[in-house]
């Protein structure tokens, strides 16, 4: 089962992992890894970085104690700390970005997004300063 099937059957929308996800792990406790080739970037409504690993703990419609995921907000980047879907029927999927809960539209999450490298992004979401060799 890919880890998009498996979103898709613990009630999850499948395009919250970029496309390029090598592999994963999944504990009898829930416990998910999800291991890229590297840190990249991909867009929702706003850039969204994924480190190589993504870690959660996976139960039917939430991502909880997520780490290695996070949201750009107003030119700062926000660790997702959780992803719930309380009520499909609304349409409606709630992020914890630490500081706020932000409501996106479902349909945001539907297909699996391409998620490009960043050269310029360091390990700790810093940019380097200066020009890159061009």
């Known amino acids: 089962m890919s880890i998009h099937d498996l979103l898709k059957s613990k009630g999850l ?7 390029e996800v090598k592999s994963y792990n ?3 406790s829930g416990f998910l890894q999800v291991f890229l080739d590297g840190p990249c970037l991909a867009k929702f409504d ?7 690993v993504v870690r959660a703990n996976l139960t039917y419609g939430s991502l909880g104690a997520v780490e290695g ?3 750009q ?3 700062v980047w926000l660790p997702v700390k959780g992803i ?5 029927s609304s349409g409606l999927i709630l992020f914890d970005i630490g500081l706020a809960h932000k409501q996106l539209s ?3 999450f539907e297909d699996p997004p391409n998620c490009k490298p960043d050269g310029v992004l360091k390990k700790n979401g810093r940019k380097e300063k200066g020009f890159e060799d061009q």
């Open 26 to 28: 999944l504990s009898d």
């Open 84 to 88: 719930v879907v309380d009520n499909p």
């Open 46 to 52: 706003t850039m969204a970085l994924y480190d190589s």
């Open 13 to 19: 929308p499948a395009g919250l992992l970029p496309k």
């Open 73 to 75: 907000e107003l030119f």
């Open 69 to 71: 995921f996070s949201q």
């Open 106 to 108: 479902l349909s945001l």
